[in-house]
């Protein structure tokens, strides 16, 4: 139940507990299943983005790493420098990552543009500056385009792949507005959406590796940068009329059933009063499940939009 498996009625009934010892069970089972796991061969867990992580996933990664069972688990963790450890991550060994070097830069415009002459590799890699992700657009932007000149920043060049998309771009903006991660029938229900442009678009999308799969009919922006250049290249109100029409398709949807969805598109649609709404919501749907530190974020995020919607 607490996996949101549907189960017989009479199992259900057998293990039905209250939502304070589900969450415990459900942790331990998860933990036992990590242990076993590591029993039977050494176990390499790898999370990236840990600075993304909601407050559940890294309560579990505190019991993990404090637990006192000698067992070979590496656990390797990416996360931005601004992330704050928690007192049991803080005992973690850091170690941070610095720029790749010139010849890990070339074999990596080389990898992807074999063709690249030597004079545009080393202006790749002068401009990228050891950083993977600038490399790899500034090097699919050559190899797109007989544009010459080299993007000043890697906002500059993600933006220029935009523009190269052509009539894909807009379904890019839209993806980008529902999240880094979507489901394209989901795009297809959105006001306007034609369901074969939105199948070329994805393929167009998927071709430039700007998106890929993640699943059955679902995708993935390659990089959480490159879905915030689709994202900011919107104008401001176009994006606020996307994200009250994502907002509207999720509250028609039978199997929405995350409020704190509806509220952030609410938000950001600037229908405050619906946002405050389905925040509470999600708060009081948090505290039902015990995931009280989910809850306590949701509350707040209510609390910071009062002021908005004036003295009325």
Request: proline share 7%; glycine share 4%.
């Amino acid at each position: 139940q607490a996996l949101g498996i549907k189960v017989p009625e009479r199992i259900a009934t057998e293990y039905d507990a209250p939502p304070p010892i589900q969450r415990e069970r459900l942790t331990a089972f998860l933990l036992g299943c990590l242990f076993n796991l590591a029993r039977q061969n050494p176990l390499l867990l790898i999370i990236e983005d840990v600075h993304w992580a909601d407050p559940s996933t890294l309560e579990l990664l505190d019991k993990l790493t404090s637990s006192r069972l000698r067992l070979p688990i590496l656990c390797i963790g990416s996360a931005r420098p601004e992330f704050i450890h928690t007192p049991s991550l803080a005992r973690i060994h850091t170690l941070p990552l610095a720029p790749l070097a010139s010849a890990d830069c070339a074999a990596i415009v080389y990898g992807i543009a074999p063709q690249t002459t030597a004079a545009q590799v080393s202006r790749i890699v002068e401009r990228a500056e050891g950083i993977p992700l600038f490399a790899e657009e500034l090097t699919r932007g050559f190899s797109t385009s007989q544009n010459v000149s080299i993007p000043a920043s890697l906002e500059d060049v993600l933006g220029y792949r935009l523009t190269l998309l052509g009539p894909a771009k807009t379904t890019a903006q839209t993806a980008a507005t529902i999240g880094r991660e979507f489901d394209s029938d989901f795009l297809k229900l959105l006001p306007a959406a034609d369901a074969l442009k939105v199948d070329r678009d994805l393929s167009r999308l998927v071709d430039a590796s700007i998106i890929e799969e993640a699943g059955e009919q679902r995708y993935r922006f390659r990089h959480a940068l490159i879905r915030d250049a689709a994202y900011q290249s919107q104008p401001p109100e176009a994006r606020q009329r996307t994200h009250a029409a994502i907002a509207e398709a999720l509250q028609k949807s039978p199997a929405n059933t995350r409020p704190e969805h509806l509220a952030h598109h609410w938000a950001h649609a600037g229908h405050t009063d619906k946002a405050i709404k389905h925040w509470l919501a999600a708060g009081r749907q948090a505290m039902q499940q015990s995931a009280s530190r989910e809850a306590l974020a949701h509350f707040r995020a209510g609390l910071s939009h009062l002021e908005d919607l004036g003295p009325e």
